[in-house]
């Protein structure tokens, strides 16, 4: 099978799992729900408060909430030994790591579709600067941090404690990731600051991360 | 080897002793921050070992997924863990040090910043080798520290960029000119006895590491001879 058709099977088999089940996307939804209305509970805030920090609460949301998603990436090829299957199918092994990314990067896509009007409402929010500069913080971003926990999904599935290690690797790694898109959201939405320099480094940050975990991912996938 | 290993120790707690004997009595005390600037004498040559450990363990790891021989990650795992401990004696005597002289115990400064989330995922990368079983653990280990040491990249840039609301501190003493030349002294002895001290506990380290290669590899082996 080529590249392109392994991509689109794969892919379209994801979609089609979660569209039956709806395991990630509900717990996923819940749980940003949770750390939304836990964090307004944590800091009793007024408009003018919130909008600096607001950027900062929602990626940590994102953040927790992507994690559940992301241990679903892999756990759900353990069933049947599917994952031992893709290791010996002729199919290009960097096709199943780039379909995996794109199905969590659309689970978190759609988190973030349904998360941002929540905060708008609970913490009053009113972007300053111009909004296209938050839909590309939030896919940049999103793309970050999916492109690495699908990656750390996989080392992970390959160990003792699988759903405890996730976070655990995937954390450190994000933090200049999250550092760039917490301030990009957060310049946008004070208006002071450029959210050019963020977004940029985001940019890099995900051609890098992609680049390296196309390049790896077999290796990991094969480790005997 | 073995006496090699034993000359090599005795020259380390030889210069360790003179490195301690220089850091404490040989130099002069600083004029403006007194006794406490004695632990840069401490704290600068950890994060100079440090800083040797790190890149070495990435180049190790891209070199065991070359060649998977599992000396190279045996060395590769040393030096990990060498270097959380010499990162984690820079962490711990920056704040010993910051609270007398700057009034705090910590700020995120670029240059701290860098070192916990540095400390952070190298951690991590323990924590994966602690958890990993037989055989796949070395080349997951490995592809993490890759993904490390370039994230550590980004970490310093977005750091300098997008923390630069606080003000930077200045660092007093180091290796700035027109230090006295005895304290100069006390800085490099104390370089090389603590350059001597990392390269000792990788040593060792390296050591204990092939050997529970061996042994596990033996044991792997009388299991497939049982079976046979």
């Known amino acids: 099978m080529t590249f392109a058709t392994t991509l689109k099977n794969t892919l379209a088999k994801d979609l089609q799992l979660e569209w039956r089940s709806k395991d990630a996307i509900n717990s996923m939804l819940f749980f940003a729900l949770l750390v939304v209305v836990i964090f307004s509970f944590s800091f009793d805030l007024s408009p003018e408060e919130s909008r600096p920090i607001a950027g900062g609460l929602v990626w940590v949301a994102l953040l927790f909430a992507a994690v559940v998603a992301l241990n679903q990436t892999w756990s759900r090829e353990l069933r049947n030994s599917v994952l031992d299957a893709y290791r010996i199918a002729p199919a290009p092994l960097e096709s199943l790591f780039l379909a995996k990314t794109i199905g969590n990067f659309i689970f978190v896509s759609v988190l973030e579709l349904v998360i941002a009007p929540l905060f708008v409402i609970f913490y009053n929010l009113r972007s300053v600067g111009p909004v296209y500069q938050l839909v590309l913080a939030s896919v940049l971003g999103n793309w970050a941090l999916v492109v690495n926990g699908t990656f750390f999904g996989a080392i992970s599935i390959r160990t003792r404690s699988r759903e405890v290690l996730l976070p655990l690797l995937l954390f450190p790694i994000s933090i200049p990731a999250m550092l760039a898109a917490v301030n990009a959201t957060a310049n946008t939405l004070t208006g002071e600051g450029s959210a050019y320099l963020p977004l940029v480094f985001l940019a890099v940050y995900d051609v890098v991360f992609t680049a390296v975990g196309l390049f790896l991912f077999e290796t990991v996938l094969q480790a005997e | ?228």
């Open chain 2, 1 to 228: 080897m073995k006496s090699k290993f034993t000359i090599f120790a005795l020259i380390t707690f030889a210069l360790l002793s003179w490195g301690l004997y220089e850091a404490l009595i040989g130099a002069p005390t600083e004029a403006t921050m007194g006794p406490v600037q004695r632990i840069f004498y401490y704290h600068v040559p950890c994060a100079w070992v440090m800083e040797l450990c790190f890149p070495a363990n990435f180049l190790l790891s891209i070199a065991y997924l070359i060649w998977r021989k599992p000396e190279i990650d045996a060395l590769a795992v040393s030096t990990a863990e060498v270097g959380v401990v010499f990162c984690t004696i820079v962490l711990l005597t920056g704040p010993i040090w910051g609270k007398p002289v700057w009034g705090i115990w910590w700020t995120w400064d670029a240059r701290l910043t860098s070192t916990l989330v540095l400390w952070l995922i190298y951690v991590s990368y323990l924590i994966l080798r602690k958890f990993s079983i037989g055989g796949p653990n070395a080349v997951l280990a490995a592809s993490l520290a890759i993904f490390g040491c370039l994230d550590a990249v980004f970490v310093f840039m977005a750091i300098r960029w997008f923390r630069t609301q606080h003000p930077k501190p200045v660092f007093g003493g180091g290796a700035d000119s027109g230090i006295d030349p005895r304290m100069l002294q006390a800085f490099f002895v104390n370089m090389a006895a603590f350059t001597a001290l990392g390269i000792l506990l990788v040593w060792l380290r390296f050591v204990l590491e092939r050997t529970r290669q061996k042994v596990e590899e033996a044991h792997a082996m009388k299991a497939l001879g049982a079976t046979r």
